[in-house]
């Protein structure tokens, strides 16, 4: 059992490349998310997906699109990186939205920009 | 805006001590809160879940409990061991949104 899934793992970037960060789960949950962890920042939300169709902004969401393909499939899209978007992404699952479930966690996707 | 708070930001303990994280929130119109673990470099790991109709969970030496009322959550550990140290990060899901918001987590440091 996969439960959540993040490709890339690591990835270098040049200032004003673009690059798409995609995350999928396989537990039939309704609700994704994007976060990013910076040092003694805990994690911040990004962009949410409370179901299949919908997507909101979250804390942090400046310089960030995001994609919700299918149900199993929410990706995040740096159009023009830049250093302040050196980060570690979490992509998330949940059962959603509304429901009282637990989240499930990818591995994390650790982006340096240059 | 739900804002969820952690203390200490950091914590350094010898080995075989109990000790309590706290964990406080400003909405408590909450659905559940997680308790997680987070080695260096490393994903989340989930340790427990409380339901917003429980007041408490226990795995093994970990004890959480959740007062919705007043917004407030403690994760005990009991006889801690230098394995347990990690970052433990709270997150409470609900509120006025379909959001799951974090803290900004404990650094635990347990000393042999």
């Known amino acids: 059992n996969a439960g959540v899934t993040q490709t890339p793992k690591f990835q270098v970037l040049k200032t004003g490349q673009s690059m798409t960060l995609q995350c999928a789960q396989d537990m039939n949950h309704n609700s994704m998310y994007w976060y990013r962890q910076d040092p003694g920042m805990g994690l911040r939300l990004i962009y949410y997906s409370a179901s299949e169709g919908t997507t909101d902004k979250g804390e942090v969401p400046n310089g960030y699109n995001v994609s919700r393909l299918n149900k199993r499939e929410f990706s995040l899209r740096l159009e023009s990186a830049a250093p302040s978007q050196t980060s570690v992404y979490f992509c998330?699952?949940?059962?959603?939205?509304?429901?009282?479930?637990?989240?499930?966690f990818g591995q994390g996707t650790r982006l340096t920009v240059v | 805006k739900q804002e969820v708070t952690q203390i200490p930001a950091a914590l350094s303990v010898p080995e075989g001590e109990n000790l309590v994280l706290n964990c406080s929130f400003t909405d408590s119109a909450i659905y559940n809160l997680q308790w997680f673990r987070q080695d260096p470099g490393k994903g989340l790991t989930s340790l427990l879940l409380?339901?917003?109709?429980?007041r408490e969970q226990t795995s093994g030496r970990l004890n959480a409990s959740l007062d919705k009322s007043s917004g407030r959550s403690t994760l005990y550990i009991a006889a801690s061991q230098p394995g347990d140290s990690a970052t433990y990060l709270c997150?409470?899901?609900?509120?006025?949104?379909?959001?799951?918001?974090f803290g900004t987590g404990t650094l635990l440091a347990v000393q042999p």
């Open positions: 998330a699952s949940s059962v959603g939205p509304f429901v009282d479930t637990e989240a499930f």
């Open positions: 997150a409470v899901y609900g509120g006025a949104t379909n959001k799951l918001i």
């Open positions: 409380i339901q917003s109709s429980q």
